[in-house]
């Protein structure tokens, strides 16, 4: 069976959304994977798509020891290569394994993903255009030293 045969045996055209989701976004909570792409269903149907996700070893989950959210899920790098070749997935993410989901970084992703996912609930209700892909973790820039070469502006 092939890369591709596999990932669409494992998961669903919303599966394979939410793989591309976690390997753009690095981290995401179960309440944050809901919001994005399964609004309209239940809680635990978002669970299940989750689990049936990290049993094809397509995604990643760490447990935080206390508190909210209690998993964070990552794409792994089978999901992120599958959801690229599925056509979903635009250039090479950076993926993010359980050490550094855990790690300083955690608070501020989850946080960016929480602003955007404000974005997107706004522009749901006004039918606006803004879906899942529609933000970036981080945008690199050249800095002017990087164009000149020398440091010169």
Same mark, same amino acid.
């Given at each position: 069976?092939?890369?591709? *045969?596999?990932?669409?045996?494992?998961?669903?055209?919303?599966?394979?959304?939410?793989?591309?989701?976690? @390997?753009? =976004?690095?981290?995401?909570?179960?309440?944050?994977?809901?919001?994005?792409?399964?609004?309209?269903?239940?809680?635990? %149907?978002?669970?299940?798509?989750?689990?049936?996700?990290?049993?094809?070893?397509? *995604?990643?989950?760490?447990?935080?020891?206390?508190?909210?959210?209690?998993?964070?899920? =990552?794409?792994?790098?089978?999901?992120?290569?599958?959801? $690229?070749? *599925?056509?979903?997935?635009?250039?090479?993410?950076?993926?993010?394994? @359980?050490?550094?989901?855990?790690? @300083?970084? $955690?608070? =501020?992703?989850?946080?960016?993903?929480?602003?955007?996912?404000?974005?997107?609930?706004?522009?749901?209700?006004?039918?606006?255009?803004?879906?899942?892909?529609? %933000?970036?973790?981080?945008?690199? =820039?050249?800095?002017?030293?990087?164009?000149?070469?020398?440091? *010169?502006?």
């Amino acid at each position: 069976m092939t890369d591709l *045969a596999t990932l669409r045996s494992a998961c669903s055209e919303t599966g394979i959304e939410v793989i591309a989701s976690l @390997a753009q =976004h690095r981290i995401l909570s179960t309440a944050q994977v809901h919001a994005i792409h399964l609004p309209d269903s239940g809680h635990r %149907w978002t669970q299940r798509l989750l689990s049936r996700l990290a049993k094809a070893g397509l *995604a990643g989950y760490i447990e935080t020891p206390h508190g909210t959210p209690r998993r964070l899920w =990552h794409v792994t790098e089978r999901g992120a290569r599958l959801a $690229q070749k *599925a056509g979903v997935l635009e250039g090479e993410p950076r993926l993010i394994g @359980a050490e550094d989901a855990a790690g @300083a970084l $955690q608070a =501020h992703t989850l946080a960016v993903n929480d602003s955007a996912i404000c974005f997107l609930t706004a522009a749901h209700k006004r039918e606006d255009d803004f879906g899942p892909f529609a %933000w970036r973790q981080e945008v690199s =820039h050249r800095s002017a030293t990087d164009a000149a070469g020398d440091g *010169a502006r």
